[in-house]
Every structure is written in structure tokens, then in C-alpha cells.
């Protein structure tokens, strides 16, 4: 890959990033390239990268992610890699921690910083993630009410993706990495929790239990993150999500 990408002028540099530039990667792990070209160019070697990748290594999937500088790519032996296009600007605020030069046609690998800050909560996301568990939460009475076992299952699995998306908020590391490798993230006892939850069956029981476990894993850490980020908490919300559950379905939550 390295020649073809250096055989295009535009391409001023590619480094590795992900696992493997951090030296994480096993044998699942997907390759993630980094490049780097003027943003002048950006655009046009985005509308040419179907045709650079092609000849590159034949795909069964390359495409771009929504409307970001993003390709994802999988090859016919399921080979996976992610393609970035970055500008020489951004060099500034990328750390030699998380990339590895596989080659630099200006000297910018000198620009990068030696290492990065551990990332903190990000007050947005908490909010975001607190106001969302709790509408999924509150629709737990409409599911059991109609019967409808399966999506409750569904509601249940969006619970559990949102407890481990806020975990992950709280992971002070560089780089959290892909959302394919979690254990490496999370200490024991969150893994533990995680692994501990009720299993999940389109039955009345399983559901509720797996809501239940869910709010009662979420919601203390939820508080807790958004107090130290300032995040305002929705009592009212809060309130009346519980307030349903209780009269709905019997259920009171622990609280957070």
C-alpha cells in the first residue's frame, strides 16, 4: 500500500494509527492509515480514493462515512482498514503515541507532539447520554403493556450500549481506540458488572430485569460523571421516568 499511496503527489504523508500504532493490535485488529494532503487537495483525492484503493487491493466494501473525510474498507479475505484524510494543520495536534510513520515527503513527523493529554468525559456526551437512557427507560411500560417482548429486547440492548458507551467516557486515556476492543479499557470490576448483567429473552421477566440492571449500573455513574464535568442533571425527567416505572409497572429504582 505504502508505494501506491506515495506515488501520488498530493499524498504528502501516511502514518499508521489505531492498535497498530499504538502497539496494542492482535490478529483481529483492522489497519487504520492516517493521510496527510493539502486541503486544497483534500476534496478531489476524496472523489479519486475508490479508484486509488482499487488499485491498491481489490474491496468488497469502500465507502465513505457520511459526509466525513472517512473510507471504510474491507477486502475479499474480510481484511478490514480505515482510510483518513488529514491536513498538514492538524500535525500540530497529533502525538507520536498514536501514529507511526509509514512515510513523510516534508518532514512533518517532527511536528507532531510527543504525547497527548488522557481524555476527559466530554460534558456533551454525558448529557446526551443521560437524556437519552432515561426516554429509552420510560418506554420500558409500553413494551411490557403491548406484549411486545422483542423490542423490548431491543430497548434492553440500546440500555446496555448506552452503560458501556458512559463507562468508556470515563476511560482517562489518549486514545479509547475502536469500539471492537473494550477489555483492554475497562477495569476488572466494570467488566465484571458488564458481564453479570441479566441475560437478555423476549420474555416479560428478562426484560424488565435487564432495564432494571441496567438503570441501576447507569444511573449512579451518570450523576457521578455529570457532577464532575457540570453537567446539569435532569431532576424532572429523572423524576418522572421513575414515577412511571413505579406506577406502571411496580418498579423503584435504587437511587443514584
Not at 500504532?21 to 483492522?30: K, L, M, N, V
Not at 474491496?59 to 474491507?74: D, E, K
Amino acid at each position: 500500500m505504502s508505494d501506491q499511496l506515495q506515488a501520488d503527489d498530493r499524498i504528502r504523508g501516511a502514518w499508521l494509527s489505531g492498535s497498530l500504532a499504538r502497539g496494542t493490535a492482535d490478529e483481529f485488529s483492522d489497519v487504520d492509515v492516517w493521510l496527510v494532503v493539502a486541503e486544497s487537495e483534500r476534496e478531489a483525492l476524496i472523489k479519486d480514493w475508490p479508484t486509488i484503493c482499487d488499485a491498491i487491493t481489490p474491496t468488497v466494501l469502500n465507502q465513505r462515512v457520511g459526509s466525513l473525510p472517512i473510507f471504510n474498507a474491507i477486502t475479499p479475505q474480510w481484511h478490514r482498514f480505515d482510510v483518513v484524510f488529514g491536513t498538514p494543520e492538524e500535525i500540530p495536534y497529533r502525538t507520536r503515541t498514536t501514529l507511526k510513520v509509514l512515510f513523510d515527503k516534508d518532514g512533518l513527523d517532527d511536528r507532531l507532539q510527543d504525547s497527548g493529554q488522557p481524555l476527559a468525559p466530554d460534558p456533551a456526551r454525558i448529557r446526551a447520554l443521560v437524556t437519552e437512557f432515561f426516554r429509552v427507560l420510560g418506554l420500558l411500560p409500553v413494551a411490557i403493556g403491548r406484549g411486545e417482548y422483542v423490542l423490548g429486547v431491543s430497548g434492553a440492548g440500546l440500555l446496555r450500549t448506552m452503560l458501556i458507551q458512559l463507562m468508556l467516557e470515563d476511560v482517562a486515556v489518549e486514545d479509547r481506540g475502536g469500539a471492537l476492543h473494550l477489555s483492554p479499557l475497562l477495569p476488572p470490576e466494570r467488566m465484571r458488572l458488564l458481564t453479570e448483567l441479566p441475560a437478555m429473552s423476549a420474555d416479560r421477566d428478562s426484560v424488565v430485569a435487564v432495564h432494571v440492571a441496567c438503570a441501576e449500573a447507569f444511573l449512579p455513574l451518570g450523576r457521578e460523571l455529570a457532577e464532575r464535568t457540570g453537567v446539569e442533571w435532569p431532576t424532572a425527567l429523572d423524576e418522572a421516568c421513575r414515577a412511571r416505572l413505579n406506577r406502571d409497572l411496580g418498579i423503584s429504582l435504587a437511587d443514584s
